[in-house]
T-cell receptor, first 116, second 115 residues
Framework: DTEVTQTPKHLVMGMTNKKSLKCEQH?????MYWYKQKAKKPPELMFV???????INESVPSRFSPECPNSSLLNLHLHALQPEDSALYLC???????????????FGDGTRLSIL | DAKTTQPPSMDCAEGRAANLPCNHS???????VYWYRQIHSQGPQYIIH???NNETNEMASLIITEDRKSSTLILPHATLRDTAVYYC????????????????FGQGTILTVHP
């Protein structure tokens, strides 16, 4: 069982719909991430939040809008997506200490998104 | 971050050791080697990491060559549940004074464990 919970597990939406993906962790982690993974490809980073503030945006189109309402929750708001946005969207979290000890990322099992 | 090269696929018999190689010839002195794996229909899972010494934990061992240009992940007694894509990642451990940051996944090695 993963400690990072993502909902929904599957989502089908039209190009004009607005939907949101949700991610939750209760490990006290202060860094949270969104990744996108196309079929048979490795995950690609989209966004990083640290202490509820956006710290990395990998030039993601504005039709993807992340939000971190508190330290345990991470949302990804979707609007006017294109068919090529169909993918597995993974959320991850890690401790965000200031030490030099590596703190691995813990991943959820993802939301499989299909755009019609 | 340094680039890594891994074989696209490998097979292993159940109960035998699985040795997964990774080349990182352009690794710099402050970059660590990290291994993650992704079992089908799941998110990636952290396995192990190291700088220059060999490392072992409950999941695997990591052997890094003396020149640090390559490494091998060893699963000592592979089981069917170890069938997954294994990713070798090289990067500095911190970014901006914190220990979070970007993971750049390569294509990885598909390990298939056979009965």
């Amino acid at each position: 069982d993963t400690e990072v919970t993502q909902t929904p597990k599957h989502l089908v939406m039209g190009m004009t719909n607005k939907k949101s993906l949700k991610c939750e962790q209760h490990m006290g982690h202060r860094a949270m991430y969104w990744y996108k993974q196309k079929a048979k490809k490795p995950p690609e980073l989209m966004f990083v939040y640290s202490y509820e503030k956006l710290s990395i945006n990998e030039s993601v189109p504005s039709r993807f809008s992340p939000e971190c309402p508190n330290s345990s929750l991470l949302n990804l708001h979707l609007h006017a997506l294109q068919p090529e946005d169909s993918a597995l969207y993974l959320c991850a979290s890690s401790q965000d200490g200031t030490g030099k000890v590596y703190q691995p990322q813990h991943f959820g099992d993802g939301t499989r998104l299909s755009i019609l | 971050d340094a680039k890594t090269t891994q074989p696209p696929s490998m097979d292993c018999a159940e109960g035998r050791a699985a040795n997964l190689p990774c080349n990182h010839s352009t690794i710099s002195g402050n970059e660590y080697v990290y291994w993650y794996r992704q079992i089908h229909s799941q998110g990636p899972q952290y396995i192990i990491h190291g700088l220059k010494n060999n490392e072992t934990n409950e999941m695997a061992s990591l052997i890094i060559t003396e020149d640090r240009k390559s490494s091998t992940l060893i699963l000592p007694h592979a089981t069917l549940r170890d069938t997954a894509v294994y990713y070798c990642i090289v990067r500095v451990p911190t970014a901006g004074g914190t220990s979070y940051g970007k993971l750049t996944f390569g294509q990885g090695t598909i390990l298939t464990v056979h009965p």
